[in-house]
């Protein structure tokens, strides 16, 4: 039940893109994203409802293709402060699965 | 802000005992989670509450049980510890209608 997110990780130099792909096998009511810093407890990013909206924050955003169940990360001009583990969230009527995590790395 | 607070970081115990953790949250939320996470497998659901003494399993409640007596509390129980119960735990609190979930800083438990 838990969602498929790839790249399992993904190392980067400061300013080159990324994506982080995540897709379910059941029917979707929201995609959540997190980050989660080494040591530190998840923290909500961005959340998508159906409708196959996008959305964005700062150089970070995100689709939902409600369709397909599947959900892109995109992450531009990466900074050395988005390294950490990112995980999809899939919701489906309040039943909450978490994928396995990227874990992306920015080095200078 | 909401807080999410978890009894201890970190905890030391031995195969059977009884091992309580805790969970509490200040936002009135309705829904409360405890996920395990152990490394290349993300965050795994144990159990998880929409209300008071309402209970619902997740996918690895094998182990485990909980306790949910009051609204903000939420509480884990591992009936007779095991050293694959090591692991690091965490607690989540979303509301119904918001459905972010905001987590606690995790409880590392190891088992010896």
């Known amino acids: 039940q838990q969602p498929v997110q790839s790249p399992q990780a993904v190392i980067l130099r400061e300013g080159e893109d990324a994506v982080i792909n995540c897709s379910s096998s059941?029917?979707?009511?929201?995609v959540h994203w997190y980050r989660q810093k080494h040591g530190e407890a998840p923290v909500f990013l961005m959340i998508l409802l159906k409708g196959g909206e996008q959305k964005g924050h700062d150089k970070i955003s995100a689709s939902f293709n409600e369709k397909k169940q599947q959900s892109s990360l995109y992450l531009t001009a990466s900074q050395l402060s988005y390294s950490g583990t990112y995980f999809c969230?899939?919701?489906?009527?309040?039943?909450?699965?978490f994928g396995a995590g990227t874990r992306l790395t920015v080095k200078p | 802000d909401v807080k999410v607070t978890q009894s201890s970081r970190y905890l030391v115990k031995r195969t059977g005992e009884k091992v309580f953790l805790e969970c509490v949250q200040d936002?009135?939320?309705?829904?409360m989670f405890w996920y395990r996470q152990d490394p290349g497998l993300g965050l795994r659901l144990i159990y998880f509450?929409?209300?008071?003494?309402?209970?619902e399993k997740g996918d690895i409640p094998e182990g485990y049980s909980v306790s949910r007596e009051k609204k903000e509390r939420f509480s884990l129980i591992l009936e007779s510890a095991s050293t694959n119960q090591t692991s690091m735990y965490l607690c989540a609190s979303s509301s119904t209608s918001g459905r972010v979930q905001y987590f606690g800083p995790g409880t590392r438990l190891t088992v010896t």
């Open positions: 936002m009135d939320h309705e829904n």
């Open positions: 059941k029917a979707l009511y929201s």
């Open positions: 509450s929409y209300d008071v003494k309402m209970k």
């Open positions: 969230g899939t919701d489906n009527n309040n039943d909450m699965r």
